[in-house]
C-alpha cells in the first residue's frame, strides 16, 4: 500500500490550519500543523514532508525567509503559500523562488486541493530523481580508475584510436575497457553513455 503524502501546515491562525486540515486530511493527506515558521524549522523538515503550505505573511517577511531556508536545507521539499494580504512583489518574488502556488485566502477547497497535488507531484518526481542519481553516482564509483579515463575521454566524443593514441595503448585494449564500463553501468550504446554522463553532469568539453 502506498504511503500517504505528508503535508506540514505552518500558520499562526489555527482557523486556518484547522481548515485546512479537514480538507486536506478527508484526501488522505498526513497533515502536521505548526504555529510558526521557527517551529517548523526546528521540527518539521526533519520528517522530509512532501509539501509545505505555508501562510506568507508570516512576520513582515518570514514566509520568503522560510522559502529561502527551505531552499537551503531540502531543495526537494516544495512550498505553497497562502494568504489574504500580501502584495503583488512578494507573490512575484516567491512565485520566481519556486513556489508551486500563491493562494488567497480563504482558499478554496479545489483550489487548496489542486496547488498541493501539484506540489507533492513535484515532490515525488525530485526524489525519484534523486534516487536515479544515487544509483548512477553507485555504478560509477564501480569503475577502475582506467575505466574513469577512458569514460571521460568518449565523454568528449573521442573515437577509440583516439583513446588509444592519447593513452599510449592498444586499440583492442581499449575496446574491452569501454565495453567493461558499459557494463558496469548499466548502458548498451554510446548515446546512452553519453546520457548517463549528461545526468550526472559530467564535465564534456567540446571536441577538437
Known amino acids: 500500500m502506498a504511503r500517504a503524502y505528508v503535508v506540514h501546515l505552518v500558520d499562526p491562525d489555527a482557523d486556518a490550519c484547522s481548515q485546512w486540515a479537514r480538507i486536506l486530511a478527508d484526501s488522505s493527506f498526513d497533515v502536521h500543523s505548526f504555529a510558526s ?52 512583489r512578494m507573490i512575484v518574488h516567491a512565485m520566481r523562488a519556486g513556489a508551486v502556488d500563491f493562494l488567497q485566502k480563504p482558499v478554496a477547497r479545489a483550489a487548496l486541493l489542486d496547488a498541493v497535488e501539484r506540489a507533492v507531484e513535484k515532490s515525488a518526481a525530485f526524489r525519484a530523481a534523486e534516487l536515479r542519481r544515487g544509483s548512477s553516482l553507485e555504478r560509477l564509483g564501480r569503475l577502475t580508475p582506467r575505466e574513469r579515463v577512458i569514460f571521460a575521454q568518449v565523454l568528449q566524443g573521442r573515437l577509440n584510436k583516439q583513446i588509444a ?37 559530467l564535465e564534456q568539453p567540446a571536441t577538437e
Not at 40 to 55: I, M, S
Not at 189 to 194: A, I, Q, T, Y
Open 37 to 88: 515558521a521557527a517551529a517548523f524549522l526546528a521540527r518539521g523538515l526533519t520528517a522530509r514532508p512532501d509539501c509545505v503550505l505555508a501562510e506568507a505573511m508570516l512576520g513582515k517577511r518570514g514566509g520568503l525567509e522560510l522559502q529561502a531556508r527551505m531552499r537551503e536545507l531540502d531543495p526537494g521539499v516544495p512550498i505553497v503559500f497562502a494568504s489574504g494580504g500580501a502584495d503583488i
Open 165 to 201: 593514441a592519447a593513452l599510449e595503448c592498444q586499440e583492442a585494449t581499449v575496446k574491452v575497457h569501454r565495453s567493461r564500463l558499459m557494463r558496469k553501468l548499466g548502458v548498451r550504446s554510446v548515446v546512452r553513455l553519453v546520457q548517463f554522463g549528461q545526468e550526472l553532469g
